[in-house]
């Protein structure tokens, strides 16, 4: 087809729309993330509904459209199946996508977002289970979404300053420090009792381990993600970090 255009595509989401139709969202290797019309997939025999399934990885044909473009063709590269066999893993994976969703924009390409993403469904999809008849520990899982939203927030332009007081740029020693979540990074305990760190609910305190795990996050590929061993009690403070510092950007 003339218009038509073709790209490497991972399915984000996937919503009804009018009788017949649906609402695909994909963050697309060509183009950054598009919401696309898809025409009859709720027709029993659509093929094209089979191959729109979200968490996968799909070649797409995109032809334009009046209002909206539509998703006139797909085949499936990549479905996933150890994440959709796995209920822990289905969480994360979604979890972690849908956050990239809300905070992406449409039409902006980045292929390091696009690989980021199709590593953290790899990783999850083949996450080494001691047993094979186990799910994903929930510990694993937490700990591999922090790393993933730190990456990819940091890739959009919001990397934690995690060396300096963002306050009074002196450097960071162990003790009583604390992070800002509104500004990304953070405060020492001298600013923080000046009242100059931020206010209220911006600011959470960090333990030294929490620091140290984020400045590994920040240096170190997703793939080393199961090479770090922390407690139970540290990937709940990462957890509570991540999630607030992930609200602050909505
Ligand atoms: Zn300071």
Same mark, same amino acid.
């Given at each position: ?31 950054? +993330?598009? /919401? ?10 659509? #093929? ?17 459209? +009046? ?22 893993? *289905? ?11 809300? @905070? ?11 690989? @980021? ?8 999809? #083949? ?26 927030? /940091? ?47 911006? *600011? ?17 590929? @997703?793939?080393?993600?199961?090479? @770090?061993?922390?407690? +139970? #009690?540290?990937? #709940?403070? *990462?957890?509570?970090? /991540? ?8």
């Amino acid at each position: 087809m003339e218009d038509s255009k073709k790209t490497l595509a991972i399915v984000l989401n996937r919503q009804d729309y009018r009788e017949y139709d649906s609402l695909v969202s994909f963050y697309t290797l060509e183009f950054g +993330k598009l /919401t696309l019309m898809a025409r009859g997939t709720k027709r029993l025999k659509s #093929k094209l509904a089979g191959h729109l399934e979200p968490i996968s990885v799909v070649d797409l044909m995109i032809i334009p459209g +009046k209002g909206r473009d539509y998703a006139a063709g797909a085949i499936s590269q990549e479905v996933f199946s150890g994440i959709k066999a796995d209920l822990n893993k *289905l969480y994360y994976a979604g979890l972690g996508l849908r956050w990239f969703r809300r @905070l992406t924009s449409e039409n902006e390409p980045d292929k390091t977002l696009f690989f @980021l993403v199709f590593e953290y469904l790899n990783i999850l999809d #083949k996450y080494h289970l001691d047993d094979v008849s186990d799910e994903l520990p929930k510990d694993d899982g937490e700990l591999l979404f922090s790393f993933f939203a730190f990456k990819f927030l /940091t890739e959009m332009g919001y990397k934690p300053e995690m060396e300096n007081c963002l306050a009074c740029q002196q450097k960071i020693t162990p003790g009583k420090n604390y992070f800002n979540l509104q500004n990304g990074g953070l405060i020492c305990e001298t600013c923080f009792l000046a009242n100059k760190g931020g206010i209220g609910r911006e *600011l959470l305190t960090i333990s030294d381990n929490c620091v140290k795990v984020l400045r590994f996050m920040l240096e170190n590929g @997703l793939n080393l993600s199961q090479k @770090l061993k922390i407690d +139970k #009690k540290l990937i #709940k403070e *990462l957890a509570t970090l /991540t999630k607030g510092f992930l609200n602050f950007r909505t």
